[in-house]
């Protein structure tokens, strides 16, 4: 697998996304569930920030050991309410500098290591790196820029 590659493609999946929104809709409710668009953005930016910590501790060690968001929920609900009162360019340039940082520290960590399975046992042992940036960052914006199409069309 190549990781910085399918980092890029699910960021810039993610950037098309975005940029076809109606900028007078960002902060509508129904993106997903309760969520703005502004509140998906300020979700994956807050998970982008999370990946910088992983792959800083990864490269430092060799693994990550902690988990670094063991309620999910309550993480959620805490760093959306922390981008509230942020404009959506804010939150968008603090994603794609968190986003930079991630593309920096990506190539740092030789292939054979992205594959090696154990080495984020808070994720499980038998998964790699590699599957856990396909999972929880690719997926995760594929994810939510479907939703984002999905209620673009909706508008």
């Known amino acids: 697998m190549n990781a910085p590659d399918v980092l890029k493609y699910g960021h810039q999946w993610f950037l098309k996304t975005l940029d076809s929104f109606p900028e007078d809709k960002y902060e509508t409710t129904g993106a997903t569930g309760t969520w703005s668009v502004k509140d998906i953005l300020s979700h994956i930016a807050s998970y982008e920030q999370v990946l910088c ?12 050991e902690i988990n670094p968001i063991p ?11 922390k981008r509230k009162n942020k404009k959506f360019q804010e939150i968008f340039d603090e994603y794609n500098l ?37 999972y929880s960052y690719y997926g995760h914006k594929r994810e939510h820029g479907a939703q984002i199409s999905e209620f673009k069309n909706s508008l």
């Open 71 to 81: 309620d999910h929920k309550q993480f959620n609900i805490l760093e959306i309410e």
């Open 98 to 134: 968190a986003y930079e940082k991630v593309a920096k520290l990506i190539v740092k960590i030789p292939a054979f290591k992205l594959a090696e399975n154990g080495t984020l046992p808070w994720y499980g042992e038998e998964y790699s790196l590699d599957d856990y940036l396909v």
């Open 53 to 64: 910590s992983i792959l800083e501790e990864f490269i430092q060690k060799n693994n990550s």
